[in-house]
């Protein structure tokens, strides 16, 4: 008994170090196409709409390939059953899709940075709806997690400087709009993971918020939006096909796997190092300077990052099997 004792928990263990390694990979992922973004916004007429809408749409169609090549029985039997298909297109056509718009709403309203730290009330957001399933307080890491997690943030996003942080009422609302959607995402699809496995779940969310985000971009012609396709030479074409396999289909599929495994609150936080890959890729690509507020940030995370890893593998095993039995 006591063999199979150790020996689950060992399986358990690396179980749970290959789920923080894809989540925590794939949030860096997403720092690698916000560095993608800057660059096509900086050097072409393209717009935040068009952008979203390529992005997801090419990645959906990404996954959907290989679905049909490598789990057509599979991909036959989602697809056929309406309650999933339904689930599906909440997942992608309400969650991933209002997190990308609201994001950039956001920084209209704003600027880049403060949204950046607006959307880190997810943590909270899905650390509170966690707890309030489970029944329980917060954890004392998680607590320390996640002030040591805004305050990384808030030290790369600022510099440092609390009068970088524009906080209108109207943008205040839409980033806790996109705190909410961030949160949605990443706990709702939690019975969808554990019935048909995280990667053709996201691989159809993504194609669903894909749909949406490009009928949005089609739409906005009614309003006036030029819908004229942007020039772009060969580098914008590589930099677009970058964007969209490795910062949007890699970088989604490895972390939502990383979630499905670690739970929502450990995911969600390791889902906050993104700002630190964006610095990193943005210093090493395109030359932005790096201060001494982003290495504060940057050790601040990796604080963060040791400190809810580490964790009693015990403890987070139980709060894993919860999060599925009691979350949506």
């Known amino acids: 008994m006591r063999e199979r004792i150790a020996e689950g928990a060992s399986v358990f263990r690396r179980r749970h170090t290959k789920g923080v390694l894809c989540a925590l990979v794939g949030a860096a992922l997403w720092g690698f196409s916000g560095a ?11 717009t935040p709409s068009f952008i979203t809408a390529v992005r997801m749409l090419g990645a959906g169609a990404l996954f959907l390939a290989v679905l049909v090549v490598r789990n057509r029985a599979q991909l036959r039997a989602m697809l056929g059953d309406r309650r999933t298909v339904g689930q599906l297109a909440v997942f992608g056509g309400v969650g991933l899709f209002l997190c990308q718009i609201t994001y950039t709403i956001v920084i209209g309203y704003t600027n880049a940075g403060t949204a950046t730290v607006l959307q880190t009330t997810g943590i909270a957001f899905v650390m509170l709806a966690t707890c309030l399933f489970m029944r329980r307080l917060p954890r004392m890491r998680e607590i320390v997690g996640l002030v040591a997690a805004v305050a990384a943030t808030w030290l790369i996003a600022t510099q440092g400087d609390p009068s970088a942080l524009s906080l209108p009422l109207v943008g205040l609302i839409w980033g806790i709009a996109n705190g909410l959607s961030v949160a949605f995402y990443i706990m709702y699809p939690k019975k969808l993971f554990a019935r048909w496995g995280s990667f053709a779940v ?14 949005v971009y089609f739409g ?3 309003f006036g939006q030029p819908l004229a396709l942007p020039a772009l030479d060969a580098a914008g074409l590589l930099v677009f096909a970058a964007f969209i396999v490795i910062g949007t289909f890699a970088a989604f599929a490895l972390y939502l796997h990383g979630v499905s495994v670690v739970g929502s609150v450990q995911g969600s936080l390791l889902g906050a190092v993104e700002p630190v890959s964006a610095t990193v890729f943005s210093a090493l690509w ?6 001494g507020a982003d290495l ?3 050790a601040l995370m990796i604080a963060m990052v040791f400190l809810v890893t580490t964790e009693d593998p015990a403890a987070s095993q139980e709060a894993v099997e919860e999060d599925y039995s009691e979350c949506v």
């Open 36 to 46: 993608c973004a800057q660059f096509l916004l900086a050097n072409y007429d393209i």
């Open 202 to 215: 996201t691989g159809l969310g993504m194609l669903a918020g894909g749909v949406v985000a490009t009928a």
């Open 220 to 222: 906005g012609a009614a």
């Open 286 to 291: 395109l030359a932005t300077a790096f201060t």
């Open 296 to 298: 504060a940030g940057c």
